[in-house]
């Protein structure tokens, strides 16, 4: 048990229709504000562990399909500070919102543990971007793609696809027109295709 120091921590939780479709059916976020240090190691395996489930048929228990990601970054740039977030993806029903799935009782039991140990948690169903966060992140991600100033571009058209990917369109100065389409994983934006069609 190494405990080490964090600002906050978040976990995300997604429920995807299945392996091979991973549009988002429902999704589920955890904050975590440790006011201190925190066992990263034992939450890790708190959250794993909640994907081994008992068939109530047969009480055989057998492990819950999941992708599981694990980012720590620490800056020590001017001010210091220490964020970890725990992104996950399953096929497996969440039913966290209702209470009614087993996965979901046992993320609310990793709750209640994180309370238990006197830290401050927030935690519910995850919502959509808004179109004005997928305009701005849609952006971000042009200027990043393409190495074209943010401030040159003019957003056209923004919007979620059902698949729970984002599309944007953006136009340059010059008359280039600008197609990114993405995802954002814990505030973190990936992008899946992009298309530049000149003037």
């Given at each position: 048990?190494?405990?080490?120091?964090?600002?906050?921590v978040v976990i995300?939780?997604?429920?995807?229709?299945?392996?091979t479709d991973r549009?988002?059916?429902?999704g589920?976020?955890?904050?975590?504000?440790p006011?201190g240090?925190i066992d990263l190691?034992w939450?890790?395996?708190q959250?794993?562990?909640?994907f081994?489930v008992?068939?109530?048929?047969t009480?055989?228990?057998r492990?819950?399909s999941?992708?599981?990601?694990?980012?720590?970054?620490?800056?020590?740039?001017?001010?210091?500070g220490?964020?970890?977030?725990?992104?996950?993806?399953?096929?497996?029903t969440?039913?966290v919102?209702?209470g009614g799935a087993v996965?979901?009782s046992e993320?609310?039991?990793?709750?209640?543990?994180?309370?238990?140990k006197?830290y401050?948690?927030?935690?519910?169903?995850?919502?959509?971007?808004?179109?004005?966060?997928i305009g701005?992140?849609g952006?971000?991600a042009?200027?990043?793609?393409?190495?074209?100033?943010?401030s040159?571009l003019?957003?056209r058209?923004a919007?979620?696809?059902?698949?729970?990917e984002y599309?944007?369109?953006a136009?340059?100065?010059?008359?280039?027109?600008y197609?990114?389409?993405?995802?954002?994983?814990g505030?973190?934006?990936r992008?899946?295709?992009?298309?530049k069609?000149?003037?």
């Open positions: 048990m190494a405990e080490s120091y964090r600002d906050q995300e939780i997604r429920q995807i229709a299945d392996l549009r988002i059916v429902a589920y976020r955890i904050v975590v504000s006011g240090t190691d939450l890790s395996d959250l794993k562990a909640a081994i008992t068939d109530v048929e009480g055989e228990r492990q819950e999941y992708w599981f990601t694990d980012l720590r970054t620490e800056t020590h740039w001017g001010a210091a220490a964020q970890a977030q725990f992104l996950i993806e399953t096929a497996a969440l039913g919102g209702a996965i979901g993320i609310l039991n990793v709750v209640t543990k994180l309370k238990a006197g401050e948690v927030r935690h519910g169903e995850l919502e959509a971007l808004t179109d004005d966060e701005d992140y952006l971000r042009i200027e990043t793609t393409f190495n074209v100033p943010i040159t003019t957003l058209s919007g979620a696809r059902e698949d729970g599309t944007v369109r136009t340059g100065r010059d008359g280039t027109v197609t990114i389409t993405f995802v954002v994983r505030g973190v934006t992008v899946c295709a992009h298309h069609e000149l003037p």
